[in-house]
């Protein structure tokens, strides 16, 4: 673990998959008689429990006009109440398996996983056991946030099946909603290292352009002209090398939507390398050599997914209060695909 002075950073929010949070707004209506603000929102919100509620109070994450609040705050006619809930609890329930996992740092508040590719996050429809979540329920299976009848199993944020990279999990419900809000307002730090076609004209950019699902397929998403569909999204990107028909660069995040970098990099012509969501797993760059076809049909056996890893993550430390900051190395499968490509650039004269 890394001490950093965030100052200086640029915010950053990932990410390519929805958060793991709700936020609500509700204005007080005319009428209301004074009423403890805990108890207000449990009978607006029926779904919600109180201790919920609480927890969320408690972490700072309810504000009335526009102020962090206390359970027992009175609310009034005219008041605006603003709540961010940590990840809901699982509606089925949660198959505990002993699966290995990657641990990058643990201490009694939270741990950072290295996930590694191929592995799903959470379970959904076609993934019902075998994710980070099912692993996770095993490992802490003695902790009162995964047990009983409202398990969360600690996500605030999650990554692709074939992203590899870091994650934090909360251990506690107060670390988690701490965490929550931290991803909601943009000021968790995170970065990530990717290997896109092309050679990009600048060394640094920004990619604007709102982020929704595409109108045909929904598996996937799309990149539309401002304010027509979608949500906002915003990615700074920065060449770290020029591999000849590749660029190894960081991406850094103001927004997290699902996707983000993928389409983000397809949008501007420059998919990830073996992304084949996006365009990236057909040779896109290069020379028509046979010697050429058969180096990138190699690169893509040898990393056989998109080439995006979420390397760095950044935030405050919900118990202490300091900055803390966490740095991976690349994975094996990239790093060799990385190193293909730069014995490439040394000897292209061979492939031509």
């Known amino acids: 673990m890394i001490q950093e002075d965030f100052d200086s950073a640029e915010q950053n929010d990932e990410f390519e998959q929805s958060e793991l949070y709700e936020h609500h707004r509700l204005e007080i209506e005319q009428g209301q008689k004074p009423m403890r603000l805990d108890k207000y929102l449990v009978c607006r919100m029926a779904s919600t429990s109180r201790n919920r509620i609480q927890n969320a109070a408690d972490a700072g994450n309810i504000l009335v006009n526009q102020k962090p609040s206390k359970n027992s705050y009175k609310v009034k006619p005219g008041d605006v109440v603003s709540i961010v809930l940590s990840f809901p609890k699982t509606e089925n329930e949660l198959i505990a398996q002993d699966i290995p ?56 944020h999650r990554i692709d099946k074939d992203t590899s990279g870091l994650l934090v999990i909360a251990k506690s419900e107060i670390a988690l909603n701490k965490l929550a809000k931290q991803f909601f307002d943009h000021s968790c730090k995170r970065s990530y290292t990717a290997l896109v076609w092309g050679n990009l004209p600048e060394e640094s950019g920004i990619i604007t352009g709102h982020v929704g699902r595409n109108l045909k397929n929904r598996k996937v998403m799309d990149v539309f002209p401002d304010g027509e569909y979608g949500k906002e999204a915003i990615t700074h990107y920065k060449v770290l090398e020029r591999l000849g028909y590749v660029n190894l660069i960081e991406c850094r995040l103001e927004t997290g939507r699902t996707h983000q970098i993928r389409v983000h990099l397809k949008h501007i012509g420059h998919p990830l390398f073996n992304d084949a969501e996006y365009g990236g797993d057909k040779i896109l760059k290069g020379t028509t050599f046979t010697k050429y076809k058969q180096f990138v049909e190699n690169c893509f056996k040898i990393l056989p997914r998109q080439a995006l890893h979420a390397k760095s993550l950044g935030f405050v430390h919900p118990s202490s209060g300091e900055n803390v900051y966490f740095d991976s190395a690349l994975p094996e499968d990239m790093q060799e695909c990385i190193d293909k490509w730069r014995n490439y650039v040394t000897y292209r004269n061979e492939f031509e």
Request: charged residues 25%; aromatic residues 12%.
């Open 101 to 156: 996992l990657d641990i990058f740092f643990e201490d009694e508040h939270f741990v950072i996983v290295n996930k590694k590719p191929g592995m799903v996050v959470h379970p959904s429809y076609g993934h019902h056991d075998g994710t980070l979540v099912n692993a996770l329920a095993y490992r802490f299976k003695d902790l009162p946030m995964f047990t009983g009848k409202e398990v969360r199993p600690g996500l605030v």
